[in-house]
């Protein structure tokens, strides 16, 4: 998940050049850094999910399964070592779930 991480830290970076705004869209993200559009994808080839409040953002990925799923994993812990099928969820800059193996 290393587009994942490359994409929370351009964000946070867009927040501290924006008033702690994150961008609207990822499309805003990636034009504000030169990053292509393959960023915009996690490793199954599916797009990320991006979604902002205006203050706080939420990054996923629906996993290898490409769908959504109920929480499996208490809020900022880790989930089975290789649960790939769960989400990948990112809150604010914080690992919200990611599989017990993925360098957080």
Same mark, same amino acid.
């Given at each position: 998940m290393s587009s994942m991480r490359t994409l929370v830290q351009h964000i946070d970076v867009y927040r501290d050049e924006h008033g702690r705004q994150p961008p609207d869209t990822l499309k805003v993200l990636l034009e504000a850094y030169g990053l292509g559009?393959?960023?915009a994808v996690d490793g199954w080839k599916r797009p990320f999910y991006y979604?902002? !409040?205006g203050s706080s953002y939420t990054l996923m !990925?629906?996993? !290898?399964s490409g769908n959504p799923d109920l929480q499996r994993s208490a809020p900022g812990k880790v989930m089975g070592e290789t649960d790939y099928e !769960?989400?990948?969820v990112v809150i604010n800059g914080e690992w919200a779930q990611s599989p017990a193996n993925v360098d957080r």
């Open positions: 559009e393959e960023w979604y902002t !409040s !990925s629906f996993g !290898s !769960s989400d990948f």
